[in-house]
């Protein structure tokens, strides 16, 4: 069921809506912008908050192709002498549909809104190409923004040769995803203040959503990186690590839907925006290394 939902949000649904824009002429013009208007919010959110790392990333860009092709068709398009009209509350269905998906994509737009003194960290892994599952600074893009600690917390996953993050769509192997077993390195010149070691890889722990993790003090800032492979903590309490310095590995430990890096940076016990490398991440953003 979760697989048909993510797919009919992602992929399907956009699909139809830009088939309607496709095929609807300009005149009468009411239609036309009700048609637009579904079609705009619903590829917009696709496009922009729909999590493109399971059907492969370049899908993401055919969607936003076959829009803008299908909005210059029907432009273009000739009005037929004799067309049947839309009823009122089919207009009002398109219109409420293109809002409701809009919305969140404008939440996504808004949350590459920088705030105010980031810390910046390098990135914390190697080569490959990731992709920020959640990450930025509005709750339309970034799961973790409601949490004061959290808030401008980033996940990474990693992508496959096909633009995807696993060999199939939620698969329960942790080893089926590109990121499970990845290097983590230090982001930062700091002391390591705690580390957990203790959480099985695979089983979802509501009780200890971080899983393993590392604590580093870097300046005046903890920075945490989370969700870490069992047994891969290579630093104890207490030592020194310098910027690029292994650390651990990339696990499916703690509150966990599937293997990635979680990195937040707190201050006091509230969330501190990062940049990586004087990048600022948001949801479905591309980093290659």
């Not at 908050?49 to 076959?66: E, H, N, S, T």
């Not at 409420?96 to 949350?111: K, S």
């Not at 590995?249 to 979680?262: A, D, F, N, Q």
Request: aromatic residues 8%; contains cysteine.
């Amino acid at each position: 069921m979760l697989t048909f939902n993510l797919f009919f949000s992602t992929i399907l649904l956009p699909l139809i809506t830009i088939a309607l824009l496709w095929r609807r002429p300009r005149r009468p013009l009411a239609a036309w912008l009700t048609t637009f208007l579904m079609a705009l919010g619903v590829a917009g959110f696709s496009v922009l908050a729909a999590p493109w790392g399971w059907f492969g990333v370049p899908m993401r860009f055919a969607i936003a192709v076959l829009f803008a092709i299908a909005l210059v068709v029907s432009m273009v398009r000739r009005v037929p002498e004799e067309q049947p009209e839309e009823t009122p509350v089919r207009m009002l269905v398109k219109v409420v549909v293109g809002i409701f998906f809009g919305i969140v994509g404008v939440g996504v737009l808004r949350a590459h809104s920088v705030p105010a003194r980031p810390v910046d960290l390098a990135f914390p892994m190697r080569a490959g190409t990731y992709l920020v599952a959640h990450g930025g600074s509005h709750p339309a893009a970034n799961l973790h923004f409601q949490d004061a600690r959290q808030r401008y917390a980033v996940d990474f996953v990693k992508l496959n040769r096909l633009g995807m993050r696993a060999s199939g769509i939620h698969p329960s192997d942790p080893t089926a995803y590109a990121i499970f077993g990845e290097g983590v390195f230090s982001p930062c010149d700091g002391v390591v203040m705690s580390t957990v070691d203790a959480f099985i890889d695979g089983v979802p722990d509501p009780k200890n959503p971080l899983g393993n993790h590392i604590v580093l003090r870097c300046g005046d800032v903890d920075v945490v990186l989370a969700q870490l492979q069992r047994g891969s903590i290579s630093v104890k309490k207490g030592a020194t690590v310098r910027r690029d310095a292994p650390l651990a590995r990339v696990g499916h430990s703690g509150l966990s839907i599937e293997p990635h890096l979680h990195v937040h940076a707190e201050r006091n016990g509230f969330a501190v925006p990062v940049t990586f490398e004087h990048r600022w991440l948001v949801r479905n953003a591309i980093i290659r290394r």
